[in-house]
């Protein structure tokens, strides 16, 4: 894609012409690699659902959404990683806008990405494939590091925007959908999450195909095994997650990222992991308490004290590494996580429980509360 530019190369030679841009282009920064065994593979496209009518949409168009995914790469087989934008330009121009950062802010992260690997990729199949649902009103990119360290330990992790939903996502050759105000105009939530449900089912269609695979994936000799994945989410994108378990047999299991339910109103046979915060549980969270019996498998809900909400996105890692802050009126949506922390303990648990639903392993730090993570309450 596009806005998967590589470092070398970018900066010009001639030193007169590197510092008068240097004074117009903010430095790189890089967010860390992250430690898991595999390097990853960063890749995304547009895919149309020609059977599904959007619902936002004035003009009767086809539902079409854009994905990325975090693909693992063994370490042997990665012959560059590259630096890589973290969001391309319009969204990054616009996203400085909604949190009120000096312009330029989005458009200076970088990821660290494999861009080229020795022989064919492994195959799909290899990989439990992972789906991630962002916030309301936010672009998918606010879940890339959370992503990509989830990859690194050998997920196929794709992150879905919901167009009309997400504040801005932006197609291939520059063509761009703004959101439509949906919280303000129109609320209703049961329709934002039946709309990203259906987006997930589509993505799990669309990933069984091989040739839509190959795109994604270039190399790729098979499909994903669609048949058993897990969805992840941030706020709205969490209920979209557990939502989703109801009727979406191929999702084993889900986890929301402190998000109020909307639409769990039936039994699930399937695992649920809850993340909330010190005052976010349970016992004030209604649509927890109310959908908790309705869990018929594997539940459990840790409250993490020092998170705010947008703790649980990149937000923390971004503010810390770019010496940014927040709006006043904004600040304790973050919390007093430290940034790097936040990160470890999001991808701690989220690795843990998917590691749990998709291979069968033990996790031992799901069943109770470890040294290593004070910051961690069991409910
Ligand atoms: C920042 O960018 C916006 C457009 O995204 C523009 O309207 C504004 O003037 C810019 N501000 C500065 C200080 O350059
Ligand atoms: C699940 O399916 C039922 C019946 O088929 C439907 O009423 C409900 O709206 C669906 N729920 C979601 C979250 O899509
Ligand atoms: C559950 O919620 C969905 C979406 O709001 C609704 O269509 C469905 O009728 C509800 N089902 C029950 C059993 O209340
Ligand atoms: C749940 O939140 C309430 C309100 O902030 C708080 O008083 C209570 O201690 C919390 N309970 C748990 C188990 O964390």
């Given at each position: 894609?596009a ?8 900066w010009?030679l001639?030193?007169g012409?590197?510092?008068a841009?240097?004074?117009l282009?903010q430095?790189?920064?890089?967010i860390p ?6 390097e ?6 547009e895919?149309?659902d020609t ?7 004035t003009?009767?168009?086809d ?5 990325s ?9 990665c ?9 391309p330009?319009k ?8 949190f009120s950062?000096?312009?330029?802010s989005?458009e200076?992260?970088r ?5 080229e690997?020795?022989?064919?990729v ?8 992972v ?10 990119f606010?879940?890339?590091?959370i992503s990509q360290s989830i ?13 009309y ?6 197609f ?6 703004y959101?439509?105000?949906l919280?303000q ?8 999450v ?10 799990l269609?669309?990933?069984s195909?091989?040739?839509?695979v ?11 095994n669609?048949e058993?994945?897990?969805a ?5 994108g969490?209920?979209?997650?557990v939502?989703?378990?109801q009727n979406e047999s ?5 986890v929301?990222?402190d998000?109020t339910f909307?639409s ?7 695992p649920v992991l809850?993340l909330?915060?010190?005052?976010h ?6 649509t927890?308490?109310?959908a ?5 498998s ?5 409250d993490?004290?020092g ?6 996105c ?9 010496g940014?802050s927040?709006p006043?009126?904004l600040?304790p ?28 392993e ?6 109770g509360?470890s040294?290593k993570?004070p910051e961690?309450?069991f409910y």
């Open positions: 894609m806005w998967i530019t590589s470092a070398p190369g970018r010009p001639n030193l012409v590197l510092v841009i240097s004074l282009v430095a790189d920064i890089l690699k992250p430690a898991g065994q595999y990853t593979y960063l890749n995304a496209m895919l149309v059977s599904r009518k959007d619902p936002y949409a003009d009767g168009s539902r079409a959404i854009m994905i995914m975090f693909y693992p790469i063994s370490s042997q087989d012959l560059k990683t590259s630096l890589v934008d973290y969001m330009a969204t990054a121009a616009f996203e400085d806008n909604v950062f000096p312009n330029g989005f200076s992260f990821l660290q990405t494999c861009t690997h020795r022989n064919a492994q195959d799909p199949r290899h990989f439990p494939l789906l991630f649902s962002p916030g309301f009103g936010g672009p998918r606010l879940g890339n590091a990859a690194s330990t050998g997920y196929a992790v794709v992150l879905i925007d919901h167009p939903d997400a504040n801005i996502v932006e291939p050759g520059g063509r761009v959908i959101g439509a105000n919280a105009d129109s609320p209703d939530p049961q329709k934002v039946a709309t990203r449900t259906a987006d997930m089912s589509f993505v269609d669309q990933l195909d091989v040739s839509v190959r795109q994604l994936i270039p190399g790729a000799r098979c499909a994903f669609t058993k994945a897990a992840v989410g941030h706020s709205i969490g209920a979209t997650a939502a989703a378990l191929r999702l084993v299991g889900g929301d990222m998000g909307f769990v109103n039936s039994t699930i046979e399937r809850v909330g915060r010190e005052d549980n349970r016992s004030t969270e209604t927890w308490r109310d908790w019996s309705l869990v018929r594997w539940k459990e809900e840790l993490i004290v998170f705010g909400h947008f703790a649980y990149d937000a923390p890692i971004l503010l810390e590494l770019g940014l927040l006043a009126a600040k949506f973050v919390g007093t996580i430290e940034g790097h922390r936040a990160l470890e303990i999001v991808t701690t648990y989220v690795k843990a429980f998917l590691g749990f639903v998709l291979r069968r033990q996790e031992k730090i799901l069943e509360p040294d993570f961690v309450r």
